[in-house]
């Protein structure tokens, strides 16, 4: 992605420093927050579906054009968008008239990680 | 568990049906609904301490005696417990005086799956 990437890095920051499989260790309260804030982005049954999408896809990304087909307005898809770009799950670049989104790297990760069972 | 048990099947259900990795197919609405559900459970910050509390328990279970000193009063502890319960997250049994909760077999692992990168 360019440096004319939108994405916040809150989704690699999150992957450096967090988090060891729930149950081999609870969580600490600031991981908690942090965490907690990228399970809200995906709480939501048409930000889920827009994010699966996106994921789904070669890359792990996608033009906004493409993934409009959820049932909603197109201003409630860029602020589902929006939501999810400010947890740290989505990245996004604008490319002439189109904005493309893909799934920050290490973000699906972090949370699989978190939720894998103790071996 | 004994049929005592308060728990929900949501979770169960989840396991049963659901769900191949975002990374290799994009969710169907239904199941957006569903996943969703589990998410938003885990999208406070307390909820998802006092989940990871219980989870990192021998044999994920504890005693609500046990995991409430999380900074909240003890009928917000209830409340999330209930969330996370209804949710299918937990399931729940009465001993004597105490109700201890415990991780719904599966429910992390659906979780996991679907939230784990394609190969």
Known sequence: MSNLALGYDVGRAAAAVCCRPLGEK?????????????FKALSDPVRLRLFSKIAAQPARE???CDIQDVGVSQPTVS???????EAGLLESERRASWVYYRVTPGALSVLAGLLSQAA
Request: charged fraction near 30%; hydrophobic fraction near 50%; proline fraction near 0%.
């Open 62 to 64: 996608a033009c906004v």
């Open 79 to 85: 602020h589902h968008l929006r939501k999810l770009r």
């Open 26 to 38: 609870e969580l600490s309260a600031a991981d908690s927050e942090r965490i907690a804030a990228m």
